[in-house]
């Protein structure tokens, strides 16, 4: 089965290839398509991540795997949130969005944090399958470590005593948001054995607003198009 990675980050394309390594699945890079990517204005990671793959499915006619993912810090009232990609601003870097957030926190004594991770696998004619993972840590004062990207240098795992940048890719996909999600997802994908849901319904426009926000882990198998039944 040909899957699109819906993502223009190369951090996590790395990683989700790394986590769905022992799939029966051939990924297939978005830069193999023409196409401008999505405007990100869901209000949960969920709709976001259901719309950039239900949008490169349409696009390339492939089904298609997205994931939205983030830094959730209560003490700031959950941001970055939906917007850690661009929290120092539009074209931010990493660099950017770290500075920005350990201002933020500066003088903050609660430094609790939680990555959240929603992948979602969407197949033309409107069937789509979701998958949650989170990882909960605190915010540094300060980077620590080099490996890894985003906000890693400064989320401290207790568990661990380091940072998810002072440890290997393979030990931060055995524990991250993004591993859990995917591994999930992984597992939904074998459960299909390579035969994938097939149907030539054209998807209405409105098929995303259907963005209620599956809570439970890994479970939401939903048709966006009237008459193509989830199993
Ligand atoms: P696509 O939309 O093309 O997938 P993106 O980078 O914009 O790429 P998101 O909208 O999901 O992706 O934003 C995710 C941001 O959250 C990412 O840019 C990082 O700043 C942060 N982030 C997500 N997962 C992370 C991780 O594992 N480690 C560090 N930071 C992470």
């Not at 400064?154 to 591994?183: C, D, W, Y």
């Amino acid at each position: 089965m040909k899957i699109v990675l819906a993502t223009k980050n190369k951090d996590k394309i790395r990683e989700i290839k790394d986590i769905l390594k022992d799939t029966v699945v051939e990924f297939v890079g978005l830069d193999e398509f023409e196409f401008l990517g999505v405007v990100e204005d869901g209000k949960t990671f969920f709709a976001n991540a259901k719309k950039k793959a239900f949008e490169t499915s349409r696009h390339t006619g492939l089904p298609a795997l997205a994931d939205d993912s983030g830094l959730v810090v209560p003490a700031l009232d959950g941001a970055p949130g939906l917007y850690s990609s661009r929290y120092a601003g539009k074209n931010a870097t990493y660099e950017d969005n770290v500075g920005k957030l350990l201002k933020e926190l500066t003088g903050k004594t609660d430094r609790k944090a939680k990555f959240v991770c929603v992948c979602v696998l969407f197949f033309p004619g409107g069937r789509y399958f979701t998958a949650r993972g989170e990882i909960k840590g605190l915010i540094t004062e300060e980077p620590i470590g080099r490996a890894g990207f985003g906000y890693d240098p400064v989320f401290f795992v207790p568990g661990i005593r380091k940072t998810l940048s002072e440890i290997p890719q393979f030990e931060k996909n055995k524990m991250s948001h993004r591993g859990i999600a995917f591994r999930k997802m992984a597992e939904i994908i074998k459960r299909m054995k390579l035969s994938p849901p097939q149907a030539d319904a054209t998807l209405p426009p409105q098929a995303d607003e259907d963005a209620h926000h599956p809570d439970k882990d890994g479970e939401q198998t939903k048709s966006a198009v009237a008459g193509v039944k989830s199993e």
